[in-house]
């Protein structure tokens, strides 16, 4: 069916999703917890640990030494690699130490941890200083490019990659189509969904100055029909912005893993990334909402990246809402800042409940690509789920339905449990992407996810890429 | 605060869905059948059912001792096996032959593999395969249902020996192939092989119960559809072919889908997951060769009915389907 996408043009403001990917799952959405709640500035923090990676690529080298004075923005922490970014201080203050920390991915990693000054002011969103009228044309491709690596601007979807990698005009591979990703698929989290209704202006900016500085004739912008608001919010800035030629928002229908870029890109385009590749292969790039409004606060307002919006959220959480956060403020301080947990026993995530990771150090820090923190209770999880009992795999293939990567999740789970590596791979374990849908949908109670993910780690060990 | 922090690897919610609520399922679909079984052969087609399920249930649970493994009753999974087991059986069947029947079910047919989704063969086709083979008189003589003949006496433990038999459907088409006419005759019992006034095995005569059934496992996605559809849509094939060739040899297509085990075989026994392919493309490929096989023992073969032999030799190659029909990935292979 060629580009669907091109039909959207003619329609008026319609907000029920007609694209999608094949497979998938319907988990509950949860969503109603936070999506109300508007923006809030977070705790006033006395301590910030900002890790030296937070993004894929080389890790960060720290910039100062312990009892030197920083400025709130100042940069901490930078490396020569092409595929990096710098880290910045969300804070004044001294630095404390630089010193191990829990990291939800790298186990413990180094990271530079600032005492606050006593006076310290909380930063403010600058979303206001935007307005439907901002012209891109004052800023040149060269000057947004480096804006955005100056600022350390990540992929705040989550994968962390980072961002001026992705829109650098690259001869090798020549961009024509950008993705913006505002689908936010995963249960429990709003974070992206606030950001669209309250920073539109924003958002916009940030998506005129990616375009520019990317040369993509046609930006798109995924939405899921579970949001007509933000639906409904973005389509009126579009009309009413200057050079809009080639923007338009696309509805998506609601479905997880929808907001995976390779799905959202074969939703909206038809078009499948190479297994093993990136979306830059085929000409387009993805970037999530909360990456465009950083872009257009790094390019106008010269601010790096020290603050990010997170939903606090779950069962389990006193007051969830939305709040803007310094980056390096620890999982403990940011949920005694919503009133603390309900109850004893619970399972704090950072994420969402289908991707997140579960963490066992609550001194654990927000990094750029964290846009959830989920507290599920024990009831939620389920009590075999809590207590992890499995029943023998009855191949009734309900993984394999689900797969959004159309590979055969028990095939290579079994394959990895029974340590026959070469087996896995003969099944495409490297396609997976670790959504969560197989072990969502399985009866037996098997931690598909799990193994694949295991397995995946072994054979980067075997092909000596990580250390053991 | 917080004192019992869990980790553990995403995601960390799951469907509500087990082993057993599948299972349940499954028995839920075959109550229509079993209701139609008790309607037609009275008490003792409830008798021989519930013989089955019982004594299967006691054959798992005491093969668990045996091998030292852990309880698996509560997965319900002998009970299916035994009531398909039952529904499969001829109605005269006396009860020591069913409890033969499914004790070899469970212990030889799935125990003896290591349990429940290591089986390579249809627990219940396995354990009807070895009552053929044993007790062959017992297995194809076929009583009146006890709505036909209300003068006969009814049907029960005691006097089975005594029953009326009568020819089945599929047997008057087996004669009407071999002597080249009457299958116009056969064809004439369409309205009763849809309802199940007809002879046949304990719950495979009435179709209207077993659609009743299989849809309800199809709207819940119990099943996969398109093993059904697959069996269902090649025998209809290949006895069309017949029917076309010559229709005073061979039955109608509806007939055929309506007649024997058909219907049970397409919802309850090919789509047994653990003994089918995984892959859609296998999918296909095991209920074609199911249907096809069923088609070429009821028109070619010498036996009446292939239902059995269809399903166990489908089984049999279904891993080297699964070999075959690998999946490969949304983005194409990996060029590395």
Known sequence: MGNPASNILSMKIATKGIFTFAGGTHPPQSKELTAESEIQRGPAVKQAAVMLSQHLGAACQPLLRKGNMVQAGQKIGDSDAFVSAPVHSPISGKVKDIALQSHTVLGRSPAIIIEA???????????????????????????????????????????????????????????????????????????????????????????????????????????????????????????????????????????????????LIQAILNKNVPTGGIPPMIGIVV??????????????????????????????????GNYYVPIGTSVEELIEFCGGVTQKSAKVIVGGPMMGIAIADLTTPITKTTGAITVLTKEQIGKAKFERQQTPCIRCGRCLEVCPEHLNPTKIAHAVKNNLLDVAESYYISGCMECGCCSYVCPANIELTGY??????FLARQKKKIPE | MLTDLRVSCAPHISKPLSTRS?????????????????????????????????????????????????????????????????????????????????????????????????????????????LTACFGMLMTSWTVPATID??????????????????????????????????????????????????????????????????????????????????????????????????????????H????????????????????????????????GVGAITMLIRIVGEYPEGIMYAVLLMNAVTPLIDRLCKRIPAGGKPSA
């Open chain 2, 150 to 255: 209300t003068t006969m006496p009814k049907i029960s433990a005691e006097n089975t020996i005594h029953a009326r038999t009568q020819a089945t459907p599929l047997a008057w088409s087996k004669q009407a192939i071999k002597t080249k006419t009457g299958a116009e005759v056969v064809n004439e019992q369409f309205k009763d092989t849809f309802t199940g006034e007809v002879g046949g095995c304990l719950g495979e005569t009435s179709a209207v119960a077993l659609l009743l059934g299989g849809l309800y496992l199809l709207i819940r996605q119990t099943i996969a559809w398109r093993i059904p559809l697959a069996v269902l849509a090649s025998a209809f094939v290949f006895s069309a072919i017949g029917y076309l060739t010559d229709n005073t040899a061979y039955a109608s297509p509806l007939t």
């Open chain 1, 287 to 320: 970037l999530n909402v909360a990456t465009a409004a950083a872009i257009a606060e790094a390019v106008v307002d010269n601010t790096p990246l020290t603050h990010r919006v997170v939903t606090v959220t779950g069962e389990a959480i006193d007051e969830p």
């Open chain 1, 117 to 263: 000054y006593e006076h310290n002011p909380t930063k403010r969103p600058v979303a206001d200083k935007f307005t439907e009228e901002f012209d891109e044309n004052k800023y040149s491709a060269e000057q947004i490019c480096d804006a955005v690596r100056q600022a350390g601007i990540v992929g705040m979807g989550g994968a962390g990659f980072p961002t001026r990698v992705k829109i650098e005009p690259n001869p090798q591979f020549p961009k024509e189509t950008m993705i913006i990703n505002g689908c936010e698929c995963e249960p429990y989290i709003t974070c992206d969904y606030r950001i669209m209704l309250e920073w539109t202006n924003q958002i916009m900016a940030g998506i005129k100055l990616a375009r520019k500085a990317s040369g993509c004739s046609q930006v798109l912008i995924g939405i899921e029909d579970n949001k007509p608001e933000a639906i409904e919010v973005m389509s009126t800035v579009i009309e009413k912005s200057p050079n809009r030629d080639g923007i338009k928002v696309v509805p998506v229908k609601t479905k997880y893993p929808q907001g995976g870029e390779r799905q």
């Open chain 2, 22 to 130: 599948v299972m349940i399922d499954v028995i839920i679909g075959l109550v229509p059948a079993v209701v139609a079984a008790g309607y037609y052969f009275r008490i003792y087609a409830l008798i021989l059912t519930s013989t089955c399920v019982i004594s299967a249930v006691v054959t798992e649970w005491l093969c668990n001792k045996i091998l030292k493994k852990p309880n698996s009753l509560d997965d319900f999974s002998a009970v299916v096996t035994g009531i398909i087991l039952a529904l499969s059986l001829p109605p005269s069947l006396p009860i020591w032959a069913a409890i033969i029947g499914s004790v070899f079910s469970i212990a030889i047919g799935k125990m003896v593999f290591g349990g429940l989704g290591s089986n390579i063969f249809n627990p219940a086709m396995a354990g009807r395969a070895f």
């Open chain 1, 452 to 457: 694949i993910r295991t397995g995946k780690i």
């Open chain 2, 257 to 288: 889908l309506t007649s024997g085990g058909m219907l049970l075989c397409a919802f309850f026994i090919a789509t047994d997951p653990v003994t089918a392919p995984l892959t859609g493309r296998g999918m296909w490929i095991f209920g074609i």
